[in-house]
């Protein structure tokens, strides 16, 4: 009968059995004695397994990497795993949202012990972030977490112990057992009506127009951008929808536009990156009018002389509708070009200046639900399934109406004794 925690060696070099289970042999300077001390990493399935994990811990050790998985806190792990996270074919925004989440836990929890921490403890931060949440620049009284936003913490830290656990870092995820706080219900949030969202009325956005075409065409991206405001308005599409359109997906004889893909930017605009959209719901074919086709097929004309008058510069061309028209001509227009625009032509228009590209896109609600177009039919051309923002701009709208139509009762009856 074998003897437990039994050691038995095998052909590799540092790797060696016990009980059934393959470990990689090692050893590391303890930094608190200064002192060598053996290492046993695993268990591995194979041996194989142990002798390609241990080729990963030399490569460590040697490049100052290296972290005693027993020693890791939970900072250094979750930015351990955030690498795999950004390697996976992801959205770039979703990689952009984990980044803020891993920085937050971090800055909260990360000085802690990955092995170490308890379910109390964590429960106890999320809780403290519902109590006591931040402090904001400049303010006095500290600005609790909202549940989405805690909720997107707990998703994060579920996803990193769960690696951990899958990597037998730790042996039990103390996540499993921790719960979202509640949040209380009070008379005053209960009876008091969401926030409209931000949005233009049809003589608003008809003043936005005319002083954005009267602007000076002579300055960068006026032309352009100038058509980008009135397409944004008159077909209700995302910013990044739109400027990541081509030629190609521009249907004029049908009067149709394919969205298949959005624009995402971070930093350098050579480094722009083209995403599916938001959700499967996203991808779709919506119907304009002429109006809309007669301006696509303007800056389809416009760009091929641009492009001829400034053919020795031009030296990218992938097919955007939109484009870089300063640096790196022919790269898709950045979205901060477009906003910086429209604050300019809001700031001229005497407009609030709180509005922005996104706005537009309620503004298209608002004013497909002024001319009678269903609910239903409106999200589907916005690519939603179901929207509350969208509900709540359609209702704002339409209650109205139906006040009128209710009040036509009592004008029905008056007459009657």
């Given at each position: 009968m074998p003897k437990k925690n039994e050691r038995k060696k095998t052909k590799t070099k540092n790797v060696?059995?016990?009980?059934?289970?393959?470990?990689?042999?090692?050893?590391?300077?303890?930094?608190?004695?200064?002192?060598?001390?053996?290492?046993?990493?695993?268990?591995?399935?194979?041996?194989?397994?142990?002798?390609?994990?241990?080729?990963?811990?030399?490569?460590?050790i040697l490049n100052g990497t290296y972290i005693d998985k027993n020693k890791r806190t939970i900072g250094q792990f979750a930015e351990e795993w955030l690498k795999t996270y950004q390697a996976t074919g992801k959205k770039a925004k979703s990689k952009y949202l984990r980044r803020s989440t891993v920085n937050l836990i971090k800055k909260t929890i990360g000085g802690l012990k990955l092995q170490e921490i308890t379910t109390a403890q964590y429960q106890e931060q999320l809780n403290r972030m519902?109590?006591?949440?931040?402090?904001?620049?400049?303010?006095?009284?500290?600005?609790?977490?909202?549940?989405?936003?805690?909720?997107?913490?707990?998703?994060?830290?579920?996803?990193?112990?769960?690696?951990?656990?899958?990597?037998?870092?730790?042996?039990?995820?103390?996540?499993?057992?921790?719960?979202?706080?509640?949040?209380?219900?009070?008379?005053?949030?209960?009876?008091?009506?969401?926030?409209?969202?931000?949005?233009?009325?049809?003589?608003?956005?008809?003043?936005?127009?005319?002083?954005?075409?009267?602007?000076?065409?002579?300055?960068?991206?006026?032309?352009?951008?100038?058509?980008?405001?009135?397409?944004?308005?008159?077909?209700?599409?995302r910013i990044g929808e739109l400027l990541a359109l081509k030629a190609s997906d521009i249907d004029e004889i049908n009067k149709r536009i394919s969205i298949t893909k959005t624009l995402y930017i971070k930093g350098k605009t050579e480094d722009f990156k083209l995403t599916p959209p938001k959700n499967k719901q996203s991808i779709r074919k919506i119907d304009v009018?002429?109006?809309?086709?007669?301006?696509?097929?303007?800056?389809?004309?416009?760009?091929?002389?641009?492009?001829?008058?400034?053919?020795?510069?031009f030296q990218f061309d992938e097919g955007f509708l939109f484009f870089n028209e300063k640096w790196l001509m022919g790269y898709p227009m950045r979205d901060r070009d477009v906003r910086e625009y429209m604050d300019a032509v809001l700031e001229k228009a005497g407009l609030p200046g709180n509005l922005t590209p996104h706005s537009l896109r309620h503004t298209y609600t608002s004013l497909m639900a002024e001319a009678g177009v269903e609910l239903a039919a409106i999200q589907q051309l916005l690519g939603?399934?179901?929207?509350?923002?969208?509900?709540?701009?359609?209702?704002?709208?339409?209650?109205?109406?139906?006040?009128?139509?209710?009040?036509?009762?009592?004008?029905?009856?008056?007459?009657?004794n």
């Open positions: 060696c059995i016990i009980d059934g289970k393959y470990y990689y042999r090692y050893s590391i300077v303890d930094p608190s004695t200064g002192k060598r001390i053996q290492k046993e990493d695993g268990p591995h399935a194979t041996e194989k397994e142990a002798e390609n994990r241990g080729v990963i811990i030399r490569a460590e519902r109590d006591y949440g931040y402090l904001k620049k400049g303010a006095t009284e500290p600005t609790p977490y909202s549940k989405s936003s805690i909720s997107n913490y707990h998703t994060v830290m579920r996803m990193i112990f769960k690696k951990a656990l899958e990597l037998e870092y730790i042996k039990k995820d103390i996540t499993a057992f921790a719960t979202i706080p509640e949040f209380e219900e009070t008379v005053e949030k209960i009876e008091s009506e969401p926030e409209l969202p931000k949005y233009l009325e049809k003589e608003q956005l008809a003043k936005l127009l005319k002083v954005s075409s009267e602007m000076d065409k002579s300055e960068p991206y006026a032309i352009q951008c100038h058509r980008i405001l009135f397409i944004l308005a008159y077909t209700g599409m009018s002429q109006r809309v086709v007669n301006v696509l097929k303007e800056q389809i004309a416009w760009k091929n002389e641009f492009k001829m008058m400034h053919r020795t510069f939603h399934k179901n929207d509350n923002t969208t509900k709540l701009i359609y209702l704002h709208v339409t209650n109205p109406k139906k006040r009128s139509a209710v009040e036509k009762l009592d004008m029905l009856m008056d007459g009657v």
